[in-house]
């Protein structure tokens, strides 16, 4: 064998051993889901009490894997949904989305059941519409939540837990019809961990009805953003090949040192060290993203892609692909929070 090729047969052999692909979380802003008319200043909100005949979660909770049963759950309930509903109302007002956000009372429908959920009259939605001097309406049209605890095991501390299921509808006064209808699942868990993943002592996480509470306003406040700008978190891949180099780019990946990593990954970016300079390519533009310059990411995106294909990989491929959607999504909420901010300058 020539001496020559040997480096480069040690780094095929090596990469086809061992290559490891991790998560990483970027915290990204992104517009709301909705886009609100600019003539609508105001929106009313409003709880349909609408249950399913199988929704009994609000009559239970788990203890110590021990189904118990719930005291007063319809006082629970309405405590619940206020906490939701003006979660919801003030983070629409604090985040300018509307003018005024007037909540309608627990009571104002009483609770009723059914196989499936109808919309409401138009006349219906016109009236309450009108009664709160409201350009929209927010229903929440069913909700349930369910709490678990989870004893100490194997020095993992106690871990209290809640799981809400929340059925919104948006109406438009105009013609009383139905604009969307959005099911959101939440969970929300205390286990006493901090964010650096270290566990605090004597730490107690909320009781039952506590947790069920702050549950509920987060849900709430999940569905707020769907209308204005905000931070949110989505995961991107990296690939970590079995090489010093990589795992020492992995290392300034996760500490914010991207110059440092992007320096290690451009010595394989060549095409002589073969499918080691896909993940080289690829992660590259994992970290020119992370800076900003989302051109020179889809420069580096498109050369891990056209590697990709001349060796016909296809799992390399599906990742790009899977990747190369996430920054068009991006690339056009940006076009969008631009043409939003230019419309709102005054």
Same mark, same amino acid.
């Given at each position: 064998? &020539?001496?020559? $090729?040997?480096?480069?047969?040690?780094?095929?052999?090596? $990469?086809?051993?061992? *290559?490891?692909?991790?998560?990483?979380?970027?915290?990204?802003?992104?517009?709301?889901?909705?886009?609100?008319?600019?003539?609508? @200043? /105001?929106?009313?909100?409003?709880? =349909?009490? +609408?249950?399913? #005949?199988?929704?009994?979660?609000?009559?239970?909770?788990?203890?110590?894997?021990?189904?118990? @049963?719930?005291? &007063?759950?319809?006082?629970?309930?309405?405590?619940?949904?206020?906490?939701?509903?003006?979660?919801?109302? +003030?983070?629409?007002?604090?985040?300018?989305?509307?003018?005024?956000?007037?909540?309608? #009372?627990?009571?104002?429908?009483?609770?009723? *059941?059914? @196989?499936?959920?109808?919309?409401?009259?138009?006349?219906?939605? %016109?009236?309450?519409?009108?009664?709160?001097?409201?350009?929209?309406?927010?229903?929440?049209?069913?909700? %349930?939540? +369910?709490?678990?605890? +989870?004893?100490?095991?194997?020095?993992?501390?106690?871990?209290? @837990?809640?799981?809400?299921?929340?059925?919104?509808?948006?109406?438009?006064?105009?013609?009383?019809?139905?604009?969307?209808?959005?099911?959101?699942?939440?969970?929300?868990?205390? /286990?006493?961990?901090?964010?650096?993943? /270290?566990?605090?002592?004597?730490?107690?996480?909320?009781? =039952?009805?506590?947790?069920?509470?702050?549950?509920?306003?987060?849900?709430?406040?999940?569905?707020?953003? =769907?209308?204005?700008?905000?931070?949110?978190?989505?995961?991107?891949?990296?690939?970590?090949?079995?090489?010093?180099?990589?795992?020492?780019?992995?290392?300034?990946?996760?500490?914010?040192?991207?110059?440092?990593?992007?320096?290690?990954?451009?010595?394989?970016?060549?095409?002589?060290?073969?499918?080691?300079?896909?993940?080289?390519?690829? &992660?590259?533009?994992?970290?020119?993203?992370?800076?900003?310059?989302?051109?020179?990411?889809?420069?580096?995106?498109?050369?891990?892609?056209?590697?990709?294909? %001349?060796?016909?990989?296809?799992?390399?491929?599906?990742?790009?692909?899977? $990747?190369?959607?996430?920054?068009?999504?991006?690339?056009?909420?940006?076009?969008?929070?631009?043409?939003?901010?230019?419309?709102?300058?005054?």
């Amino acid at each position: 064998m &020539n001496p020559k $090729y040997l480096p480069a047969l040690l780094l095929v052999l090596l $990469y086809s051993s061992c *290559t490891v692909y991790h998560e990483y979380q970027i915290e990204v802003y992104k517009p709301g889901e909705l886009l609100i008319p600019p003539n609508i @200043e /105001n929106a009313a909100v409003v709880y =349909r009490n +609408f249950k399913y #005949p199988g929704d009994t979660l609000q009559n239970y909770y788990k203890d110590n894997s021990q189904l118990k @049963e719930a005291q &007063n759950p319809a006082n629970i309930d309405s405590l619940l949904i206020s906490s939701c509903l003006n979660e919801l109302a +003030f983070n629409l007002k604090n985040n300018n989305t509307f003018s005024e956000v007037p909540v309608f #009372p627990y009571y104002t429908f009483e609770r009723h *059941t059914g @196989e499936h959920l109808p919309d409401l009259p138009a006349n219906l939605v %016109s009236r309450l519409s009108e009664d709160a001097n409201a350009g929209l309406l927010i229903t929440l049209e069913t909700y %349930s939540s +369910f709490f678990s605890t +989870f004893p100490v095991t194997f020095g993992t501390p106690q871990t209290n @837990e809640v799981v809400s299921v929340a059925v919104w509808g948006i109406y438009n006064p105009k013609d009383g019809a139905l604009i969307e209808r959005k099911t959101m699942i939440d969970t929300i868990y205390w /286990n006493g961990y901090n964010e650096e993943g /270290n566990s605090q002592q004597n730490y107690n996480p909320p009781p =039952r009805l506590k947790a069920l509470e702050l549950a509920s306003a987060m849900a709430g406040e999940n569905f707020a953003k =769907r209308f204005y700008a905000s931070w949110q978190t989505e995961n991107r891949m990296y690939s970590v090949p079995p090489l010093p180099d990589f795992s020492d780019a992995a290392f300034y990946l996760e500490e914010g040192k991207w110059d440092e990593a992007i320096a290690l990954w451009r010595k394989y970016t060549d095409d002589r060290n073969g499918k080691m300079a896909i993940d080289a390519r690829y &992660n590259l533009a994992l970290a020119y993203e992370m800076k900003d310059d989302l051109e020179a990411a889809e420069k580096w995106l498109a050369a891990a892609h056209k590697l990709a294909k %001349s060796y016909r990989s296809k799992s390399n491929i599906q990742m790009i692909q899977l $990747y190369q959607k996430a920054l068009d999504k991006r690339q056009r909420d940006i076009l969008i929070l631009e043409q939003l901010n230019h419309e709102n300058k005054p």
